[in-house]
């Protein structure tokens, strides 16, 4: 099974680059962030002649998630439970592969903009209620996105630069953690004890020409499906491409 996670920074311009991803890899599974997309725009149809249901909620201009699926799927949620929020950030629904039944999980975190803002205030408050959310769930479950968090300094490229700056705090680090803690592994990390596997390049500075990277998009799997896990990968060459996000998607594959 092939579960693919990708901030992909507008839909619409990137639907062509999501094809080319479908083409070449085939998921079983896609969660977007940042789609950008009014829920009438979605090319709900358009995917639907490539074999996937979406499952999707989205705002013009900004934030928008959507979940992708070849199999079969229940108990959609939209938003964070006992959250109340506008902004349109989560999604969650358990899909069925071969016997198992697997929560997927798909959040774009806020970015939090600076440690002394209200929108920093707002990631905390997500994060904590997400947590909240999950800590009663026990399943087997993938937890992805654009976390918006490098959880080390191998994450970061020249660590001592992101001291005491949003994406690196000790707090969203200990928020990072205390998911991990609630039963979770970070797939990539596991797989690559020592490589950054950096996965978001700012536009500015010639910064992924330069690999001045941060690893902010994770694949979080349930302890029961580490034994599963296979593969990771980061696709960068959907970052070196003409009109790229700022992301490159990632890719999990797991085998049963």
């Known amino acids: 099974m092939k579960v693919l996670s990708w901030n992909v920074n507008s839909l619409k311009i990137r639907y062509e680059q999501l094809g080319q991803i479908i083409t070449e890899h085939g998921p079983d599974v ?42 079969s799927f229940e108990n959609i949620i939209y938003n964070i439970p006992n959250f109340e929020d506008a902004q349109k950030r989560f999604l969650s ?26 929108k920093f205030v707002y990631k905390k408050k997500w994060i904590s209620a997400l947590i909240s ?17 490098a959880p080390n300094d191998i994450d970061c490229h ?12 000790n707090e969203e680090r200990d928020l990072f953690n205390k998911i991990i803690k609630l039963n979770y592994v970070d797939t990539y990390r596991k ?36 034994p599963y896990v296979k593969k990771f990968d980061v696709l960068k060459e959907y970052r070196k491409i003409e009109r790229p996000s700022d992301h490159a998607p990632i890719l999990l594959t797991m085998s049963f």
Do not use: C
């Not at 629904?93 to 803002?117: A, C, E, R």
């Not at 999950?134 to 937890?143: F, W």
């Not at 020249?158 to 705090?169: A, D, G, M």
């Not at 390049?201 to 330069?210: C, L, Q």
């Open 133 to 149: 959310y999950i800590q009663d769930n026990r399943s087997d479950a993938l937890l992805m996105g654009d976390f918006n968090i």
């Open 158 to 169: 020249e660590p001592e630069k992101w001291i005491n700056t949003v994406l690196t705090s």
């Open 93 to 118: 629904l358990d899909i069925h592969y071969q016997n198992k039944k697997i929560k997927i999980m798909n959040g774009y975190f806020p970015n939090g903009q600076s440690l002394d803002s209200d």
């Open 30 to 71: 896609i969660s977007l962030q940042e789609t950008k997309t009014q829920d009438d725009n979605f090319p709900e149809r358009l995917l639907k002649d490539q074999g996937y249901d979406s499952i999707f909620m989205g705002q013009k201009t900004f934030n928008g998630v959507a979940i992708l699926t070849r199999l």
């Open 191 to 226: 797989l690559n004890p020592n490589e950054p596997g950096y996965t978001w390049w700012d536009y500015r500075m010639a910064a992924f020409r330069r690999n001045l990277g941060l690893r902010i998009d994770h694949i979080l799997a349930s302890h029961t499906l580490m």
